[in-house]
């Protein structure tokens, strides 16, 4: 069964650093996402991405982040210089379509820690 | 207006016991409500779905009761196995949103005891 896979499933970085959690979205999707949940707390949206360009993004989603699909199969999402509160899991998703009832398919997360 | 509430945070059920979960949401414009699983280690996958022109819809063991009144959803799982004992969060989502942002609940952790 085709599933989204993510690396790595741990990243530990310092303050200030640069950190790329890469994805790979299932192949006959169109749509991208990333999410993300600090330590017991709920599963926050952080952007949509379609067609090469962002659909919508959340207030999260500032400055410091930027996603990118570099290639036909990658999907990515970089923090420039990472905070603290930064660290989180972060999961990405993608669906066939971007409508409502488009199942979005999750991958198994990467774990961020910044030192 | 864009959260959605949910309760309780965590719950233990003996095998076989029908455990339930809640979800209230402000935001009228929602109208797409899935429950996602999440076991430990994995991302969260879509257990089941409902929209707001039905009240109810079975998969299974899972049932979703929709209130729209109320607004409000729950989740009961029949005849529970140890097999469920995992996350579930509700979420909600809006057809106008061709981005397909899902807004998620808090979760809940369900045991299940043999």
Partial sequence: EPEVTQTPSHQVTQMGQEVILRCVPISNHLYFYWYRQILGQKVEFLVSFYNNEISEKSEIFDDQFSVERPDGSNFTLKIRSTKLEDSAMYFCASSVGGSWDNEQFFGPGTRLTVL | ?114
């Avoid at chain 2, 959605?4 to 719950?11: A, E, F, G, I």
């Avoid at chain 2, 009144?69 to 196995?81: E, N, T, V």
Wanted: hydrophobic share 35%.
């Fill in chain 2, 1 to 114: 207006q864009q959260q959605v509430k949910q309760s309780p945070q965590s719950l233990i059920v003996q095998k076989g016991g029908i455990p339930i979960i809640n979800c209230a949401y402000e935001n009228t414009a929602f109208d797409y409500f899935p429950w996602y699983q999440q076991f430990p280690g994995k991302g969260p996958a879509l257990l089941i779905a409902i929209r707001p022109d039905v009240s109810e819809k079975k998969e299974g063991r899972f049932t979703i009761s929709f209130n729209k009144s109320a607004k409000q959803f729950s989740l009961h799982i029949m005849d529970s196995q140890p097999g469920d004992s995992a996350t579930y969060f509700c979420a909600a989502s809006m057809i106008y949103n061709q981005g397909g942002k899902l807004i998620f609940g808090q979760g809940t952790e369900l045991s299940v005891k043999p």
